[in-house]
């Protein structure tokens, strides 16, 4: 892990190199949160560390891949030692599989995205929630996607799917206890990953992540 500056309890932001992850890695940083930033990209997460300094905030890089459980492990304990737990997380891993009819769903698509959707996801839960501790301060926050039961989405759809109703479970559970979970929509935007599904799309009318990801921060965290 590469640090900066490390301050306070951090917000671990898992898929921060790149689209909507990268912007909310980008505008906590903005509001004087350590951010914790998360991805398996290390040159992504070193764009977003020199965005993070020119705007005069701090963050840790942890290139890693949220699929490696000892990796996951390792970091949860490393966040503990460090900083004895963590102001919130913000969950935007995904694996996009290609979309196509669910009879030709390519079986290494369908095991990595069962793997980084579904798998990836419930362990995070356990190995965070412990971080986040009780009651209504800290907060996870999960992503739904309302195209996920489209034509052609099966392999993507499904353990999106299947994400949101582990979070759904868990925001049930802890609606007393703590921590805080939280489900937000976002806006249709101009991501990579957008115009893989949509390649012929115009592109004018999306919102823009830095700005999406500057709305659902002052609803999430209005008082940093």
Same mark, same amino acid.
């Given at each position: ?84 737990? /963590? ?9 996009? +599989? ?28 356990? #190995? ?10 800290? /907060? ?15 392999? #993507? ?9 582990? +979070?759904?479970?868990?925001? +049930? ?21 957008? +115009?893989?599904? #949509? ?26």
């Amino acid at each position: 892990m590469t640090d900066t500056t490390a301050t306070s309890r951090p917000v671990l932001v898992t898929g921060a190199s790149r689209g909507l992850g990268a912007a909310m890695a980008l505008e906590l940083a903005r509001r004087g949160l350590h951010v914790m930033a998360v991805a398996r990209t290390t040159g992504g997460l070193e764009d977003l560390d020199d965005r993070i300094q020119q705007a005069g905030g701090s963050a840790t890089l942890a290139p890693l891949d949220i699929t490696d459980d000892g990796a996951m492990q390792h970091m949860c304990r490393s966040i503990h030692d460090r900083w004895g737990g /963590l102001s919130g997380w913000v969950h935007t891993a995904i694996h996009a +599989a290609p979309l196509t009819p669910a009879q030709f769903i390519d079986a290494k698509d369908w095991t990595k995205s069962i793997e980084t959707n579904v798998n990836a996801t419930r362990r995070l839960i356990a #190995y965070v929630s412990p971080l986040l501790g009780a009651g209504p301060g800290p /907060l996870a926050v999960f992503f739904d996607d309302p195209q996920a039961g489209g034509k052609f989405f099966g392999a #993507y759809g499904a353990t999106k799917t299947a994400q949101m109703a582990l +979070a759904r479970s868990w925001q +049930a559970e802890t609606e007393r206890t703590g921590p805080r979970v939280v489900i937000q929509t976002p806006a249709p935007m101009a991501t990579a990953t957008r +115009a893989r599904f #949509y390649p012929g799309e115009d592109r004018a009318p999306l919102a823009a992540p830095a700005d999406e990801a500057g709305r659902l921060c002052a609803a999430l965290f209005p008082a940093a």
